[in-house]
C-alpha cells in the first residue's frame, strides 16, 4: 500500500492555459503507470488541481462582486460549472486517463483537495460533475472531495497533506482571521444581491484584475513562482528608467494597497525604502512625462471619460504639481483598468521599457512563502499533530532532510528556472519566445512500502 501525492497542475483551458500538451501527455502516462504497477495505491490531488481563475471565460465584469460591508467575491456556482465544463473539454484525455486509473484494480481511491486556484471545488454542482466524469459506474466510491484544511490519510495517520496557502497571506481564505476554509465554514459569502458567490482571496483579485490581462501579451508571466519572486524580479526596480510597463507600476501599487486593506495596515508598513509610495508616485510622474504631449492628452481624454477628476490642468502638469496627485492617479487606475487596457497598444510610451530595459532584483512587501511554509510544517511536526508533511502552493520544491520531515511537491506546469548569481530579469523572457527558461518537472511526494515507510519526493519522468 502506498499513497502518492501530486498538485499544482493548474489545469485550464483558453488562451491562459498553462498545462501545455507536452505536459499533459506525462499526466497520462503518470495515471498509466500507476495502473500497471499493481500496488494499491491512494493518490491525492493537493489542490490547484483545475486553474478556474485563468479557465474560459475568464474576461467578465460578472466575476467581480462584493458583500454589502465591502468583501471582494467572485464566481457564483453557475460561473464555475461553465468554467469546469470548458476545462473538461479542453482536457478530456487526462479525464479519460483519470478515469481509467479510478476503474483500476490498482487504485484504491483518488482523493481531490481543492486549492486556492479551484475553491471552485467547495461547489456541490462542481464535485457532482467531476464525480460524474472521473468515476462514472462501479467505482463511484473510489473518488472523494476532502473539504477540510488538511488530510490524514487512514493507512498513514501520520502523514499530514494539505495545499499551503492558508499560510500565504495572499492567497488564504479569511474573513476577520477566522479561515473559510472546510465544510463548516466554506468559502462562500452572499453579494449585495443575496447571491452566493466564491470569497476572493488578494491573489485571486490580482489575477481577474491585472495578471490574466498581461498574461495574453507575456504567456510565461504567472509561471514565475512563488508569487513574491514575481513582484520582485519583474515589478519592483531601484533603477527608475527602468521601472517598466505603467501597466505593471500600476498592478503593484494597487497590490500594495489591496494587502493593506486586508492587513488593516498602511501601504508605507508593507512597502521597503526602495518602494515607498513616495517613490512609486515618482516614476509614475517620470512615466506621464516621458510621454508625447499628444499621448498624454489623450490619456488624459480616456481618464476623464472613466470618471477622473482632473479639471482644465494638462496631465503632466497635474502630476507635476504634488506627488499625492500622482498617487490619486495609481489609485484610479488600479480601480480602472479598462483605461489600461484602452492604451496597451501604444507601444513608443506607455509599455517601451517592458522590452529594452531590465528591472532589477528589490526587496519586495510579500512575505516568503516557502519560508512560511516550512515554518507551518515545523509547528505541526514539534507539536505532534504528524510525522511529515506535504504542501505544494509554492511551486518551489522542498526535498525532506534531517531537519524537517516536510516535503513540497512543487508545481507540473513550467517553471521560471534562475542563473545562479542572477538578479537582472527582463520582461522580454516571458513572451513565447523564451520557452526554453521555463523547464517542467512531474514530481511527486510518495510514503509506503517501496519507501520504508518514508516519505519522499520523486520525479516521473515519462518514456514518450
Partial sequence: MRVIVISDLHMGCG????????????????????????????????????????????????????????????????????????????????????????????????????????????????????????????????????????????????????????????????????????????????????????????????????????????????????????????????????????????????????MAGRLAKAPSELLSTEESPDKMADEMIRLINDLSDDKAEKLKTRLVAAGFQIGSRQLKFFVKQDTENAEKLLDFLSEHPDVMAEIETDQSGLLSPGDRGYLTLGGGFIADETRELKNAARKIIDGGFADAVVMGHTHEPVNTNSDLNYVNTGSWIRYFKEVAGNQRSSWSMLKQSGYPNFPYELAYAEIGEKTNGKLMRRIFRPQG
Avoid at 490524514?152 to 494539505?162: A, V
Avoid at 481577474?208 to 507575456?218: H, Q, V
Fill in 15 to 258: 488562451p491562459l492555459e498553462d498545462f501545455d500538451p507536452e505536459v499533459e501527455q506525462g499526466l497520462i502516462e503518470f495515471c498509466n503507470q500507476i495502473a500497471a504497477e499493481e500496488e494499491l495505491t491512494e493518490l491525492v490531488i493537493n489542490g490547484d488541481f483545475l486553474d478556474f481563475v485563468q479557465a474560459e471565460p475568464w474576461q467578465s465584469p460578472e466575476f467581480e462582486s462584493e458583500t454589502p460591508n465591502g468583501i471582494s467575491l467572485c464566481f457564483t456556482e453557475q460561473q464555475s460549472l461553465q468554467k469546469l465544463e470548458n476545462i473538461l473539454r479542453a482536457h478530456s484525455g487526462t479525464f479519460d486517463a483519470l478515469a481509467g486509473l479510478v476503474n483500476s484494480k490498482t487504485l484504491l481511491r483518488l482523493t481531490i483537495m481543492p486549492g486556492n486556484h479551484d475553491p471552485d471545488i467547495f461547489w456541490r454542482k462542481v464535485r457532482t460533475r467531476l464525480h460524474e466524469r472521473l468515476s462514472p459506474g462501479v467505482a463511484s466510491d473510489k473518488v472523494r472531495f476532502h473539504l477540510e484544511p488538511q488530510y490524514q490519510p487512514p493507512e498513514f495517520p501520520r502523514l499530514w497533506i494539505e495545499h499551503g496557502h492558508q499560510h500565504d497571506a495572499c492567497n488564504s481564505f479569511k474573513i476577520k482571521d477566522t479561515p473559510c476554509w472546510s465544510t463548516a465554514c466554506p468559502p462562500f459569502l452572499a453579494d449585495k444581491e443575496n447571491v452566493d458567490r466564491l470569497i476572493e482571496c488578494v491573489g485571486t483579485r490580482f489575477l481577474l484584475k491585472f495578471m490574466n490581462a498581461m498574461d495574453e501579451k507575456y504567456p510565461f508571466v504567472d509561471n514565475v513562482k512563488p508569487f513574491s519572486k514575481f513582484v520582485k524580479m519583474f515589478l519592483v526596480s531601484s533603477v527608475s528608467r527602468d521601472f517598466g510597463p505603467i501597466k505593471a507600476l500600476v498592478s503593484y501599487w494597487a497590490l500594495a494597497s489591496f
